[in-house]
């Protein structure tokens, strides 16, 4: 069990006497426990109020600790807004990245002597750098997600459609204890390949083709996510060629990743290696249309993001993803993603499955 209280105290530092409203789930969740759809926490210098639904009353009150939990009939805002202006509260920052209007709305119209000050990414960058426990969460979700990825591809079989293999992918990380996927999973075959995020057809993988599998599942909250490639029947010079430069791309950013090295560095190693390699007389850094990595944790994409332009760096504890990728319109596409967590001395790649192309 997480320590929900030394997380509020860290965010309470960060705020200096201000007092904050939290919208975001995940971040109500990774500060009090609170899993439900629908809520609306308040951390003010001196006590930390959870507003939710009468669907909530026993899930609240048995995931949270430490804090007050008011259960609202329907909209729990307006026991929100009361709360502030009870507390005679002067400001109140929000979440601006997170915030919808009408909320936004509500709250200015409910409020009119307190002001509501922009805030952005604050629990966010708390979350960037995860605790040992939230590191082996991590791992589990990796592994339960390879071992999903291996089940599905020792059945491929003549006739599957893209949406069979995702179908399967998605049915056996819940059957190995999944709350679900982590985001809609990819199957693209062929030029569907060139596609960054396909969404699988109900096609059938065609036969020497390159196909990208991109999946991901959610286990006690926290994601994993794995690119891999298959191959059907031995592959071309073309595709041998392009798998190989963004395998070789992948592992000289992995290569990259330690504590203090900014996260466009990372992201530019990749880009370095592709440069070097044309396929049918394209450069492939040109096709390479998406940042290296991101974050993953909570949510599938958290901070930090490594890409063009981030002089973000990295630090022990953060989990991001590596996973450049190519992709030639009507040819094929081809992508490799890894779950790396940065370590004291370099990373640790917590993905174990095989990055080499499988041939079925
Ligand atoms: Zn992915
Ligand atoms: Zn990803």
Redesign the pocket.
């Given at each position: 069990m997480p320590d929900h209280s030394d997380r509020l105290a860290r965010l309470r530092r960060r705020l200096r006497g201000r007092s904050m409203y939290v919208s975001a789930l995940p971040n109500i969740r990774y500060l009090t426990g609170f899993t439900g759809s629908a809520g609306h926490l308040l951390v003010a210098p001196d006590e930390t109020t959870l507003f939710t639904d009468g669907r909530y009353r026993l899930q609240a009150s048995e995931q949270t600790q430490g804090i007050d939990v008011e259960i609202a009939s329907g909209d729990s805002r307006p026991a929100l807004a009361k709360r502030v202006v009870a507390l005679r509260l002067r400001r109140l920052s929000f979440e601006a990245n997170r915030l919808d209007y009408d909320t936004y709305a509500f709250l200015d119209g409910s409020l009119p002597i307190c002001r509501l000050d922009p805030l952005r990414s604050v629990v966010e960058t708390m979350r960037m750098r995860k605790s040992p426990a939230e590191i082996e969460a991590i791992r589990s979700s990796v592994e339960l997600n390879s071992k999903a990825f291996e089940d599905v591809c020792a059945r491929i079989g003549p006739g599957w459609t893209e949406s069979l293999v995702a179908a399967e992918l998605e049915f056996a990380m819940r059957r190995l204890g999944a709350e679900g996927a982590a985001?809609p999973t990819i199957v693209a075959s062929g030029t569907h390949g060139a596609l960054p995020h396909a969404e699988p057809r109900a096609r059938q993988l065609r036969e020497k083709s390159l196909v990208v599998v991109?999946q991901?599942a959610i286990l006690d909250g926290y994601c994993s996510?794995m690119?891999r490639m298959i191959a059907l029947g031995h592959p071309d010079e073309t595709q041998t060629k392009l798998f190989h430069a963004v395998l070789e791309a992948q592992v000289a950013a992995i290569d990259a990743i330690c504590p203090g090295v900014e996260c466009r560095t990372v992201d530019n190693r990749a880009r370095q290696v592709l440069r070097m390699t044309t396929v049918e007389g394209i450069r492939l850094d040109t096709k390479f249309s998406h940042s290296t990595?991101?974050g993953?944790g909570l949510e599938?994409?958290e901070g930090p993001r490594v890409a063009p332009r981030q002089r973000r760096r990295l630090e022990t504890g953060m989990v991001v993803?590596v996973?450049p990728g190519v992709y030639l319109e009507g040819l094929a596409g081809a992508r490799i993603?890894d779950v790396v967590v940065v370590t004291e001395t370099g990373c640790e790649v917590l993905t174990r499955t095989s990055r080499e192309l499988r041939v079925l």
């Open positions: 985001f991109d991901g996510d690119t990595g991101h993953v599938i994409h993803t996973e993603e």
